[in-house]
C-alpha cells in the first residue's frame, strides 16, 4: 500500500487543479464553441502524454494487445467523449459551480457500482461519508435550483447528471478491463480516441464557427489539457489502482467546494452562506468516509 501521506497530497492536488478547471473552461466557452473547445483540450492533453512517454519514458511501450483495443475505444469513448463532451455542452446553461457539483455527485454512483461489480465493501463509514457529502452537495445546489430554475438550466442539470453516471460507468470499466495496462499510455490513448467523436460533433454542429486566439483562450485550452486532462487523469488512474475505488471516488467531492470558490474569485459566480455550510458539510464526509476510529466502536 502506498504512503497515505502520498496519496492525500495526490487527492489535495487533483482536487485543486480540477477545481480550478471549471471556471477556466467557463472562459473558454467564451471565445470557443464547446465540441471544438473540448476537443482542442483532450488533443493537446494526449498528444503531451505521448511525447513524454517518447521522450521522459523510453522504456514505455506505445503498444497494446490487440485484445486490449476494445476495451479503450469503450473507455475513450465513455470517458472523454459521452462525459466531457456533456459536461461541456451543459456548461452554456450553468454556472461551473453548479456543474462541478452535480457532476460529482459520481461518488454516489461509483460506490453502488463498485459494490456491486468489483464486490469492493461500501462500509458503513463510507455511507455515513457520502451521506453528509450528498447533504453539503444539495446546500451547495438547493438553493439556486428552487430559487432560479429555468428550462435551459434544468436540461444542463440532466446532461451533468448523466456525465456522473457515464464516469461512474468508466471507473468501474477501468478496474475491471484496464488496470493492467501501462498507465500513462492508457490515459493518452483514451483522450485521443474519445476526442475523434468530439471532432466529428465539432464539425457537424460547429463548422464554420469563428475562434478567438487570445490569452484567455489559449491559456484555458492548455491547462485544461495539459494539467486537467493529461496531468490529472494520470493521478486519478493512479489513486483508481492503489486504492479502493469507493475511497477514490469520495475523496473528488472536494473538487465541486475548490470549483465554487475559484468560480465565486474569477467569474464572480454567487456565494451563499448555504454553499459555504455545504463545503463543510462535504469537507466533513470526506474526513468521516477516510479517517480511522479504531476507538470508536461505531465505526468499526
Known amino acids: ?6 496519496l492525500y497530497v495526490l487527492v489535495l492536488i487533483l482536487a485543486l487543479s480540477w477545481g480550478y478547471s471549471w471556471p477556466l473552461m467557463k472562459i473558454g466557452l467564451a471565445y470557443i464553441e464547446p465540441f471544438t473547445f473540448t476537443f482542442l483540450r483532450f488533443i493537446f492533453g494526449g498528444v503531451t502524454l505521448i511525447l513524454f512517454i517518447l521522450i521522459f519514458q523510453k522504456g514505455t511501450s506505445l503498444r497494446f494487445p490487440a485484445s486490449q483495443w476494445k476495451h479503450l475505444v469503450i473507455f475513450g469513448m465513455v470517458q472523454t467523449f459521452a462525459v466531457f463532451g ?10 461551473a459551480g453548479k456543474t462541478s457539483i452535480v457532476l460529482y455527485t459520481m461518488p454516489i454512483w461509483t460506490s453502488i457500482l463498485a459494490a456491486i461489480f468489483l464486490k469492493e465493501n461500501l462500509s458503513r463509514q463510507n455511507i455515513i461519508g457520502l451521506i453528509f457529502g450528498v447533504i453539503g452537495l444539495g446546500l451547495i445546489i438547493g438553493e439556486d435550483i428552487y430559487y432560479d430554475s429555468t428550462a435551459n438550466g434544468m436540461i444542463g442539470i440532466i446532461l451533468i447528471l448523466i456525465a456522473s453516471i457515464l464516469w461512474a460507468f468508466a471507473n468501474i ?51 485544461t489539457g495539459v494539467i486537467a486532462s493529461a496531468l490529472c487523469f494520470s493521478l486519478w488512474y493512479y489513486l483508481l489502482r492503489n486504492i479502493s475505488t469507493i475511497t477514490a471516488a469520495i475523496s473528488t467531492l472536494l473538487v465541486p467546494v475548490f470549483a465554487v470558490l475559484f468560480g465565486y474569485w474569477m467569474l464572480e459566480e454567487p ?20 479517517a480511522h476510529f479504531k476507538k470508536i466502536p461505531f465505526f468499526r
Open 86 to 95: 456533456l459536461i461541456t455542452y451543459a456548461m452554456l446553461f450553468i454556472d
Open 173 to 223: 470499466y477501468f478496474r475491471l478491463y484496464l488496470t493492467e495496462q501501462p498507465q500513462l499510455p492508457i490515459t493518452a490513448y483514451q483522450m485521443l480516441l474519445g476526442s475523434i467523436g468530439l471532432g466529428v460533433c465539432a464539425f457537424i454542429f460547429e463548422r464554420g464557427s469563428s475562434i478567438t486566439w487570445n490569452i484567455a483562450s489559449i491559456y484555458a485550452i492548455l491547462f
Open 1 to 6: 500500500m502506498k504512503s497515505n501521506a502520498m
Open 271 to 290: 456565494l451563499s452562506i448555504s454553499m459555504l455550510i455545504g463545503g463543510g458539510f462535504v469537507v466533513f464526509g470526506i474526513f468521516i468516509s477516510q
